[in-house]
Structure formats: C-alpha cells, structure tokens
C-alpha cells in the first residue's frame, strides 16, 4: 500500500462543484489501494480577498494577526472537502497546520517549515482514515499561527511527502504540467514528460509560475517525486525527478520569462571595499530579493553597480538606495521598470558548446537588446526590454528547436 500526497490548488476548489471532483478524484486513489493524504490551498481569489480586508483596515497589519487573518481561507476548503467525503461514505478527518504541528520559524509571512511532527497523520492513516491538511500554513514555538509566502501549498505538500516519506507527491492546479515554454505566447510549446530537480528549480526561480522555488529545492533535498497534473482531466503530466542520462542528451529543455522585473543602477559608486555590503545588507535585512547583479569595471576608482529586483518592491528599494547612495557618494541612482528576464534551462548545457552564442544570436537578429546578462551551470538569463517578451520567447523556442521530443 503506498502513500500518496495530493495537492489542489485554488482553482481547482473554487466552488462547491469542483471539491466534489477531488473528492471524487481522492477517492479513485483510495480505491486503487493507497494510503492518501491531501494538502489543500483556498478557494481562487479568496487569500486576495482577505489580504485587501486587512490592508482596507490597516496600511501596515499586525503581522501576527494578518497571518492569523489570511490563513483562514485554507481552513474552509479542508473542512467542505472532509464533510464531502463523508457524504460520500468515506472517512476523512481535516487538520489544520498547528493540529498536525507543521512547526516554522517564527518569520511571519514568509515562514519556512522547521518539523512536521507525523504521529497524528500516521495514527490516522492507519485507521483507514483519509487525511487532509490545510496548506499554506504552520505554528512557532510560541503557538502563533503562521503562514509560508507565495507557493506556500505547494512547499506544505512536499513537506509533507518528505516527512511520511511518501510514494509521490501529485500537485494539481489548472495547467496539465511543465511545457518547454509559456503555451499561452508560443502555440508550439511542448508539453515535458519529466523534468530535472534542477532544471525545474532553474526554471521556477527564472519566472516559471507552476512550482513555487522553495517547493523544487524541498523536493530535490528530500528526494520526493513531484507528479504535477491537471485537476480537470486524467491525462499524464509532469513528473520532476532525479536527472537521468537521457535528461543530458537534451541542451535546452524550456524557455522562462519573467515581467516582474526593476533595474536599479547605483551610478558612479567609490570602488571600495564594503561598498556592496552596505548597500545589499539593508535590502536583505527587508526580505526584498535581489536576483541579477553586475559590477562594471572600475575607472579611476568609480564604477556602476546594476541589479534586478520585483517590481513590487522598487517603492521600497528607492528609499533604501537612494540613502545608501548619498551615505557612500555615489552621483545617482537610475531605475527601469520596463524590463523583463529572460532564460534557457537545460541540463544538456554543461556539456555542449555554442548554446549561448546560439541564443545571442538569434535575439540579434531581431535586433533585441541585452542588457544584462548571468549564467548558471544549466541556465543563461538576459535582460531585455520587456516589450520584445513575446517575440523573443518564440523565437528562441524555435532557435532550440523545443517543439520536437527529445
């Protein structure tokens, strides 16, 4: 008998009707002679309400009591889920992060889960019972409730598989896996059968909406197979896994973008040690993530230093560099909002020659710009204007070829 973790995401129980079908959909794994566990996100647009609630009330919520707040959502999907199941004649409990102790730090909004203690879902396990647990969230050491940031379901039900050491952990949503690249601005997108723990932490980390980052990295700690699939039909859908030789016959495996994208350039900053740390440590110290950086070559002891960040932050990042530069003597500060990152991934990359001239190349001769430029072992992302988006995915999807298997 195996154990199987299933997550549903917020469009997939949007309303009554479509909790009917998980249940439906968790009772067929039931009944193929599995042990099933089910993480739960709240209904589709219901977080966004409850977040506009607290900041209609306060423009800087009690952090505390905002998680406490927003965590709610989770709480009515697990709950309508167990009364289905029960109507339907099977026994299932639901559990809400602190009943089950999904154990965090104590960094509310942005939690990371610390434990799981399992002793409550294995109990009930074993009594035949279908468990559903409410995504999304956790408790602290002082029995606060918390509540894990964007993607947080998706890291709740790896989490999950990891610490019952599950068979596979299936993440439903409203796509049917990963495709080479965004089938909604490139028609000849493909659909990947299996993916790479890697190539698909490069891929979530460079604008990839499907799997959070922090679920990936969880999965590729603990091993856990991630089955992502569509919640509204029955066909086969992605599987991320452990690289294979056949992963590295293939140089690029899909195409990423990112819009959510600011560049901020610290103009003519002294070339000195501690420069950078004194500028970066006050952005950390405000959780803000900063993604690409570039150190110009120093010119009679001055040089730039450019950066990208979110776009949701860059009010908040003005005010921070903006003092910083003053405090160091840099001349300005210069910020673009309209950009957008673009990236190949592929494991195939660490050993074939010619993928990046390939890839410069082709966005050369659509007289696409690049503004800036960093790489990984399997990845390469540019900078671009962000209007050139569209055109540049499609072309470089056909540069690679990634319309073809294999």
């Known amino acids: 008998m195996a154990l199987v973790v299933q997550k549903y995401g917020g469009t997939s129980v949007a309303n009554i009707e479509k909790i009917e079908n998980v249940a439906k959909r968790v009772i067929n794994t039931k009944e193929a002679g599995n042990k099933v566990v089910v993480v739960m996100s709240a209904m589709a647009g219901e977080t966004d309400r409850l977040i506009n609630l607290a900041l209609r009330t306060s423009e800087k919520p009690n952090e505390r009591e905002y998680d406490a707040l927003i965590s709610t959502g989770e709480q009515i999907t697990v709950s309508l889920l167990a009364i289905t199941l029960d109507k339907m004649g099977y026994k299932a409990k639901s559990f809400l992060g602190y009943q089950v102790k999904i154990v965090t730090d104590q960094n509310h909004k942005e939690a990371r889960i610390l434990n799981i203690d399992t002793e409550t879902i294995t109990d009930e396990l074993k009594r035949g019972t279908i468990v559903i647990v409410a995504g999304f969230q956790g408790v602290d050491i002082k029995n606060n409730i918390t509540t894990l940031g964007r993607g947080g379901s ?152 450019t950066f990208t960040v979110s776009r949701k932050d860059i009010d908040e990042v003005k005010k921070i560099v903006e003092t910083v530069a003053r405090d160091v003597g840099a001349e300005t500060v210069e910020y673009d909002e309209n950009i957008s990152k673009l990236s190949i991934v592929g494991v195939g990359m660490r050993s074939y020659a010619g993928v990046a001239s390939k890839m410069f190349t082709a966005l050369a001769n659509e007289r696409i710009n690049i503004m800036m430029i960093s790489t990984s072992e399997i990845k390469i992302s540019c900078v671009i204007e962000a209007k050139y988006t569209e055109l540049a995915v499609t072309i470089l999807h056909d540069a690679f070829g990634l319309e073809k298997e294999g």
């Open 154 to 305: 998706d890291t709740s039900a790896v989490a999950l598989a990891a610490a019952l050491q599950a068979e596979v952990c299936e993440i439903y949503t409203d796509v049917d896996g990963i495709y080479t690249t965004d089938p909604s601005i490139c028609p000849k997108a493909r659909k990947l059968n299996k993916i790479s723990y890697d190539e698909m932490l490069e891929m979530a980390s460079a604008g990839a909406k499907v799997l959070h980052p922090r679920s990936v990295e969880l999965a590729k700690k603990s091993s856990v197979p991630v089955h992502v699939r569509s919640s509204f039909n029955d066909d086969g859908g992605t599987l991320v896994t452990k690289e294979d030789k056949e992963m590295e016959k293939v140089v690029v495996s899909g195409i990423t973008y990112d819009r959510d994208q600011a560049k901020v350039t610290v103009v003519h900053v002294p070339d000195r040690p501690g420069i950078a740390a004194s500028l970066f440590t006050p952005l950390s110290d405000q959780n803000i993530i900063v993604d690409m950086i570039i150190q110009n070559a120093s010119i009679e002891g001055y040089t730039d230093l």
